[in-house]
């Protein structure tokens, strides 16, 4: 059955510092894996698209990777409104599967 | 250009009592789905469809129906409402790549 999980659960940073968000994966035909934001009270919004081992996708201080296993976000010196949850979801014909989400909080 | 709507935003309903949740996207998609969204369990795939006249099972499809008659609307049924089926949740339309664009979502509460 294909599988989505991501850690921490929950990552508190002080403005600057740079840390890396993870999402291993288990899936038997990867289509994609796909990045979303979500702020609290609100729909997930798209921020990348990975199709396969080795490709990088870069917006502003966030940059997803991606390997046969699992995927990192990486932010880099965030920025209080770089709060939110971050969600992982890979797509196997038609069926997306989504992890539980990493809550990240950036104080100033 | 609305993207994607729901209504209504918010709901409460008692135990056994029927409802639908509207869904409707302006972008052409082809692919649209239904999650609810638990706390701790994030999004959870209940139903999907990859075109008019098109409908599938996701994760969790017991309880709900679903059923898709233009490429713009599609509505979310909850035939026979339950506690357990109190939960946010979103509508997404797609592009052909898979990236989703979602609702703002609908709060339920099943009393």
């Known amino acids: 059955e294909d599988q989505v999980t991501q850690s921490p659960e929950a990552l508190r940073l002080q403005e600057g510092e740079s840390s890396s968000l993870n999402c291993s994966y288990t899936?038997?035909?990867?289509?994609?894996l796909f990045w979303y934001r979500q702020d609290p009270g609100k729909g997930p919004e798209f921020l990348f698209t990975l199709y396969s081992a080795g490709e990088e996708k870069e917006k502003e201080r966030l940059k997803a990777t991606l390997t046969k296993k699992e995927s990192f976000l990486h932010i880099t010196a965030p920025k209080p409104e770089d709060s939110a949850t971050y969600l992982c979801?890979?797509?196997?014909?038609?069926?997306?599967?989504f992890g539980a989400g990493t809550r990240l909080t950036v104080k100033p | 250009n609305a993207g994607v709507t729901q209504t209504p935003k918010f709901q409460v309903l008692k135990t056994g009592q029927s409802m639908t949740l509207q869904c409707a996207q302006d972008m052409n998609h082809e692919y649209m789905s239904w999650y609810r969204q638990d706390p701790g369990m994030g999004l959870r795939l209940i139903h999907y469809?990859?075109?008019?006249?098109?409908?599938d099972q996701g994760e969790v499809p017991n309880g709900y129906n679903v059923s898709r008659s233009t490429t713009e609307d599609f509505p979310l049924r909850l035939l026979s409402a339950a506690p357990s089926q109190t939960s946010v949740y979103f509508c997404a339309s797609a592009n052909r790549a898979y990236e989703q664009y979602f609702g703002p979502g609908t709060r339920l509460t099943v009393t």
């Open positions: 469809s990859v075109g008019a006249g098109i409908t």
């Open positions: 899936v038997s035909g990867l289509r994609g």
């Open positions: 979801a890979v797509c196997n014909n038609n069926d997306m599967r």
